[in-house]
T-cell receptor, first 111, second 112 residues
Framework: SQTIHQWPATLVQPVGSPLSLECTVE??????LYWYRQAAGRGLQLLFY??????ISSEVPQNLSASRPQDRQFILSSKKLLLSDSGFYLC??????????FGQGTRLTVV | QKEVEQNSGPLSVPEGAIASLNCTYS??????FFWYRQYSGKSPELIMF????GDKEDGRFTAQLNKASQYVSLLIRDSQPSDSATYLC????????????FGPGTSLSVIP
């Protein structure tokens, strides 16, 4: 079965600092991978998705970027964090045609 | 118009009652529909999915889909305090499975 590893679980970073969140998937090959952000009390906002190595689609213009250096690795980055980047970041993988299967999430607080 | 809309709630129901959660979507080409449950501070977990018009039942949960009205709902029978969570409606757009779009979620509180 598929497993998504996402780390760290929590992160407190100062404004202007860089960010790197990593997500790896086990138990499947060539997965569609996603980064979502959830602000407090809000739904999930799709940030990036990737259908293969080096293939990244961005849903919204923002301060973040994503990369997929390996088939089962998806990285979310920022060069300089903003206060508005705070939130709960979730990596997801599609299992079957459409079901999104989530990692445990990273709670980022920018101070 | 937002792609997937839900009432934010909170929706409060007494224990044992039926909770009804609603969702509308804008893309008529959407093919599949999902309900996720998310406890505070946790990642969402899938509880139901539906592809065809009509009802789909799984234990205490029933998903209802009406593509003509672009409407999907989730009924929770015999609600329990452990059902208290945020319920996210999600829609896969079109025939490509590149994107699953989530609604903002409805907060449900089941009162003992």
């Amino acid at each position: 079965s598929q497993t998504i590893h996402q780390w760290p679980a929590t992160l407190v970073q100062p404004v202007g600092s860089p960010l790197s969140l990593e997500c790896t998937v086990e138990g499947t090959s060539n997965p569609n991978l996603y980064w979502y952000r959830q602000a407090a009390g809000r739904g999930l906002q799709l940030l990036f998705y990737s259908v293969g190595i080096g293939q990244i689609s961005s849903e919204v213009p923002q301060n973040l970027s994503a990369s997929r250096p390996q088939d089962r690795q998806f990285i979310l980055s920022s060069k300089k964090l903003l206060l508005s980047d705070s939130g709960f970041y979730l990596c997801a993988c599609h299992r079957g045609p459409t079901e999104a299967f989530f990692g445990q999430g990273t709670r980022l607080t920018v101070v | 118009q937002k792609e997937v809309e839900q009432n934010s709630g909170p929706l409060s129901v007494p224990e044992g009652a039926i909770a009804s959660l609603n969702c509308t979507y804008s893309d008529r080409g959407s093919q599949s529909f999902f309900w996720y449950r998310q406890y505070s501070g946790k990642s969402p977990e899938l509880i139901m999915f539906i592809y065809s018009n009509g009802d789909k039942e799984d234990g205490r949960f029933t998903a209802q889909l009406n593509k003509a009205s672009q409407y999907v709902s989730l009924l929770i029978r015999d609600s329990q305090p452990s059902d208290s969570a945020t319920y996210l409606c999600a829609v896969n757009r079109g025939t490509s499975y590149d994107k699953v779009i989530f609604g903002p979620g409805t907060s449900l509180s089941v009162i003992p």
